[in-house]
């Protein structure tokens, strides 16, 4: 039983196309909306969207992106993030994040906040990330 | 007309001399004499009213932005921050002006929250709707309140410029996101009359 588990697990069918890397949050006080950021790296021969995220931490998460348009800066939801086979997509600084919204307890710096990853293949990925102060630059 | 007598002599020079291109005083845009200089009424992060008086003596840098705004506005606070940490002990004779666009939901006390979270040497202004607007019209600084999204909340559009004005107030330089931080503060440095 444990083996066909474990075989089941090793299978291609199974295994995570995505993987996630270098995450933070940047923290902002007075339970302000913060920004989460990481780097998607899809190492399949199919390309894999992030569709959604949610968190134990916060009340909301949404997917978001600053856009530059004509001076301008704003932000708009997204549905999903593309991330090409054997490629990668970054939520960063000034383009993609998470909107971590309504905190459900004080975070500070130096806490790990925990976050799923929910992917289009079905496939999800629990990550704790790690809470940096305001003015980080990374 | 000045500038064209001027520009044509250069250009002679430029000719006659066979050198290299003529060094650029500034690596910023130079608005110096097309935009007023610095004036507002607004309220300040601890709640007192104040002028663009209270900053005379300081180089100013000025931003517009929210505290509601998780991504643009913290990397560019953030830009600002590193700025101040290169300039070292020039970084007191600056202030950054961070105006909100956002005044009914950024009071006093969010704004010192907001703004200290990044740097000692920022401070948040806040108004009336029409005090904010004023300023911002001066400067030509767009903003618009966005629809409310599911949960309440709303995002302001803005303008990422960054203002930058001499000890008297009179504005001198443009500054954009995509200005490496090297060149803002080779440009304050020179400013202030330090070596660059
Ligand atoms: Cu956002």
Sequence with gaps: ?138 | MKRAVLLTMLAVLFVLGGCSAPQHRWKLTDVRGHLPDLAFTLTDDTGRVVDAHAFRGKLVLLYFGYTHCPDVCPLTLTHLHVLMQRLGPLADRTRVLFVSVDPARDTPALLHAYVNAFDPHITGLTGTPAQIEALAKRYRVAYNRGPTLPGGGYEVAHSAGIYIFDDRGRARLLATDADPISAIAHDVRVLLGAAP
């Design chain 1, 1 to 138: 039983m444990l083996a066909l588990a474990a075989a089941l697990l090793a299978s291609p069918a199974f295994a995570a196309a995505i993987t996630v890397q270098k995450p933070w949050v940047r923290w902002l006080p007075a339970g302000l909306p913060a920004a989460g950021y990481a780097t998607l790296v899809n190492g399949s021969d199919t390309p894999v969207s992030l569709v959604g995220a949610r968190s134990p931490d916060y009340g909301s998460v949404m997917i978001h992106r600053s856009l530059d348009r004509g001076g301008m800066e704003r932000m708009v939801m997204v549905n999903a993030i593309p991330v090409p086979p054997h490629s990668r997509a970054a939520l960063a600084p000034g383009g993609y994040h998470l909107m971590l919204m309504q905190p459900r307890h004080a975070i500070r710096p130096g806490m790990r906040v925990s976050v799923r990853f929910e992917f289009s293949d079905g496939s999800t990925i629990d990550v704790a990330m790690p809470v940096r102060p305001a003015n980080a630059s990374g």
